[in-house]
């Protein structure tokens, strides 16, 4: 079934929300354009290598006994969010030293879910929404720990409920939660649209785009052209898709220029642009 905090997120009553659900979809779309333009939200696409992954691993060996059983994704989740969180701070002029968060502090996380194979669709050869997201509360205190092998080990398993619960029977859960309430699924857009510091994360790796061909043969680039909010991070096949993920972060720009100063953040991701 649907965790308690993601049917939460979906079914508790908002007024704005429910307002938002019943315009017609070009205003929905208007409005949202204007918020996010709002935001001016500064985006880098990131490479994360297959030799990065393998020497991530190798550090984390000592604290993760099973780590070769964690995926890329995992590791990308545990890294990104702490990053994010720790930029975040970082941007207000805060270190965990001067005003560490309280032990009850929690911060929203949408981990999305491509979940096209529950529904028989996974040979199909088209580009669309398949996603779910399971809405996680990461404890704040722990994520804006100082970055190291021990800190992300625990940030691993702070996650793993949340990514080992994917199956066909939540997928039909999610479905007939959404049916039962046509409304509902603007309740997680407009929560998370008007945070400033709740994050987007989509943990599968995007179907690879470099196959596709409408008729003017397969592209030659493919990533996205403009932030959709701040605070998100998007995987990606990269062109060479044997060797590692294409990771895309979006952020506001104060934070964005605390990311690119992370020193463990950038050395397990290089910059393309």
Not at 78 to 95: D, I, P, V, W, Y
Request: overall charge negative; aromatic content about 12%; charged content about 20%.
């Amino acid at each position: 079934p649907v965790d308690e905090t993601t049917y939460k997120t979906f079914t508790e009553y908002s007024y704005f929300s429910e307002w938002f659900a019943w315009i017609s979809p070009e205003w929905r779309g208007y409005i949202l354009s204007k918020v996010v333009g709002w935001q001016q939200a500064e985006a880098h696409l990131f490479h994360v290598s297959n030799a990065s992954f393998d020497s991530l691993r190798e550090a984390l060996r000592e604290h993760v006994p099973d780590i070769n059983s964690i995926s890329n994704s995992e590791l990308l989740l545990s890294l990104a969010t702490k990053t994010l969180a720790q930029s975040q701070m970082q941007s207000e002029g805060r270190t965990p030293n001067d005003e560490s968060a309280s032990s009850n502090d929690t911060l929203a996380i949408a981990v999305i879910f491509e979940v096209r194979k529950y529904l028989g669709l996974a040979h199909d050869g088209f580009i669309g929404n398949v996603l779910i997201p399971k809405i996680n509360m990461q404890p704040l205190e722990e994520l804006l720990f100082p970055t190291n092998s021990e800190s992300l080990a625990r940030a691993i398993a702070t996650f793993k409920d949340t990514t080992n619960g994917v199956s066909a029977p939540l997928v039909a859960s999610h479905i007939d939660m959404v049916t039962s309430r046509p409304s509902c699924f603007t309740r997680p857009i407009t929560q998370f649209t008007r945070s400033k510091t709740a994050m987007s994360f989509v943990f599968d790796v995007m179907p690879d785009m470099y196959v596709s061909d409408f008729g003017n043969g397969r592209p030659e680039w493919v990533s996205p052209i403009e932030p959709f909010r701040a605070n998100a991070v998007l995987l990606l096949t990269g062109k060479d898709s044997t060797d590692g993920v294409d990771v895309f972060m979006t952020a506001f720009p104060r934070v964005m220029k605390e990311i690119l100063k992370n020193e463990y953040w950038t050395s397990i991701a290089k910059i393309i642009y």
